[in-house]
T-cell receptor, first 115, second 118 residues
Framework: SQTIHQWPATLVQPVGSPLSLECTVEGTSNPNLYWYRQAAGRGLQLLFYSVGIGQISSEVPQNLSASRPQDRQFILSSKKLLLSDSGFYLC??????????????FGEGSWLTVV | AQKITQTQPGMFVQEKEAVTLDCTYDTSDPSYGLFWYKQPSSGEMIFLIYQGSYDQQNATEGRYSLNFQKARKSANLVISASQLGDSAMYFCAMREVIGSSNTGKLIFGQGTTLQVKP
């Protein structure tokens, strides 16, 4: 069966410091990978998605970047964090291909607090 | 533009009773998928149920069923025999297929907080 893991689960970082959140998927090949962010008490916003190694699409301009160095690894990064980057970050995956019914499965999430 | 609307910020239900969480959507694309997710206080987003725009029958998964009314553009979630563990935030989401490309972008509603009373 497929599993998705992301870490760290909780992170407190000072303003201006770098960020690296990592996500890995097991049990599938060539998944679509996603990074979402959730502000407190609100729905999720798609930040990045990737359909293959080195292929990253950004949904919103921001202080963050994403990379996919391996097929099942997705990394969210920032060189200098802002207070507004605080939130709950969720990595997700779905089977490859353009089918609307492909369910998106989420990881456990990472709570980021920028202080 | 595509949009998902959940008009119930919070709901209460008595344990063992059924509850309906409302969701309406707006899209001009004939092919789309509708999802419901549960988010407990731990934060994890748990997939509950899926309904395709071309599915003839309403989706069901255990105690969850989706009341899909395409003409009204509504996709309400029905939870039967509520349990204390059902207390969580519930999100309705929509995914579209655009041509042969599917980014997997889910458009989420604002969510409904459900509290099950013992």
């Amino acid at each position: 069966s497929q599993t998705i893991h992301q870490w760290p689960a909780t992170l407190v970082q000072p303003v201006g410091s770098p960020l690296s959140l990592e996500c890995t998927v097991e049990g599938t090949s060539n998944p679509n990978l996603y990074w979402y962010r959730q502000a407190a008490g609100r729905g999720l916003q798609l930040l990045f998605y990737s359909v293959g190694i080195g292929q990253i699409s950004s949904e919103v301009p921001q202080n963050l970047s994403a990379s996919r160095p391996q097929d099942r690894q997705f990394i969210l990064s920032s060189k200098k964090l802002l207070l507004s980057d605080s939130g709950f970050y969720l990595c997700a995956w779905s089977a490859p291909g353009g089918i609307s019914g492909n369910t998106i499965y989420f990881g456990e999430g990472s709570w980021l607090t920028v202080v | 533009a595509q949009k998902i609307t959940q008009t119930q910020p919070g709901m209460f239900v008595q344990e063992k009773e059924a509850v309906t969480l409302d969701c309406t959507y707006d899209t001009s694309d004939p092919s789309y998928g509708l999802f419901w997710y549960k988010q407990p206080s731990s934060g994890e987003m748990i997939f509950l149920i899926y309904q395709g725009s071309y599915d003839q029958q309403n989706a069901t998964e255990g105690r969850y069923s989706l009341n899909f009314q395409k003409a009204r553009k509504s996709a309400n979630l029905v939870i039967s025999a509520s349990q204390l563990g059902d207390s969580a935030m519930y999100f309705c989401a929509m995914r579209e297929v655009i041509g042969s490309s599917n980014t997997g972008k889910l458009i989420f509603g604002q969510g409904t907080t459900l509290q099950v009373k013992p």
